[in-house]
T-cell receptor, first 114, second 114 residues
Framework: AQKVTQAQTEISVVEKEDVTLDCVYE???????LFWYKQPPSGELVFLIR??????QNEISGRYSWNFQKSTSSFNFTITASQVVDSAVYFC???????????FGPGTRLSVLP | EAQVTQNPRYLITVTGKKLTVTCSQN?????MSWYRQDPGLGLRQIYY???????DKGDVPEGYKVSRKEKRNFPLILESPSPNQTSLYFC?????????????FGPGTRLTVT
């Protein structure tokens, strides 16, 4: 069975600090997909990134970066120079190769204090 | 504007009174899905649909029904709601399987069953 663990329930940082959100996954599939979503206080879910299991190249998008390590089954998310607007709940998710079943982690609530 | 809409946004009901939460997308997406979000559990998939007349169970389908008679609509039906179905519900859609295509989420429906 697939499983996603986000061990950090809540994180608080001061603005401009860097912060890393951890995501560890379990799957028996050799082909799978990993995602990060952001849920700001307004409640909507915002897609951030999708990565397939064959692409271990790290990705950077502005202040966001993702570190995918198959050897440790982790897909961690780093926000550099955090801002108050980054305050949200962040979900890591895992999908099988067919893209039919999604499994979300429990989420990490990030609070960025001014 | 491309969007996924859900109605109602908020609903308080009593145990056993049948209800339907509607979901509609205007992007001609093939894939649609329902999730429930509960504190500490993240989002859990209830049902998904790969296309018209093609639905399948997710992780937590008990107590729910869905139908996909038209491509744009994917209603979630609770035949006999119970208090443990109190939750925040999200509908989502993507052009095809949500692997190559981003999954768009609706604004959420907060359901309380007393």
């Amino acid at each position: 069975a697939q499983k996603v663990t986000q061990a950090q329930t809540e994180i608080s940082v001061v603005e401009k600090e860097d912060v890393t959100l951890d995501c560890v996954y379990e799957t028996r599939d050799t082909t799978y997909y990993l995602f990060w979503y952001k849920q700001p206080p307004s409640g909507e879910l915002v897609f951030l990134i999708r990565r397939n299991s064959f692409d271990e190249q790290n990705e950077i998008s502005g202040r966001y970066s993702w570190n995918f390590q198959k050897s440790t089954s982790s897909f961690n998310f780093t926000i550099t120079a955090s801002q108050v607007v980054d305050s949200a709940v962040y979900f890591c998710a895992l999908s099988d190769n067919y893209g039919q079943n999604f499994v979300f982690g429990p989420g990490t609530r990030l609070s960025v204090l001014p | 504007e491309a969007q996924v809409t859900q109605n109602p946004r908020y609903l308080i009901t009593v145990t056993g009174k049948k209800l339907t939460v509607t979901c509609s997308q205007n992007m001609n997406h093939e894939y649609m899905s329902w999730y429930r979000q509960d504190p500490g559990l993240g989002l859990r998939q209830i049902y998904y649909s790969m296309n018209v007349e093609a639905t399948d169970k997710g992780d937590v389908p008990e107590g729910y029904k869905v139908s996909r008679k038209e491509k744009r609509n994917f209603p979630l039906i609770l035949e006999s709601p119970s208090p443990n179905q109190t939750s925040l519900y999200f509908c989502a859609s993507s052009l095809r399987r949500p692997l190559k295509d981003e999954q768009y989420f609706g604004p959420g429906t907060r359901l309380t069953v007393t």
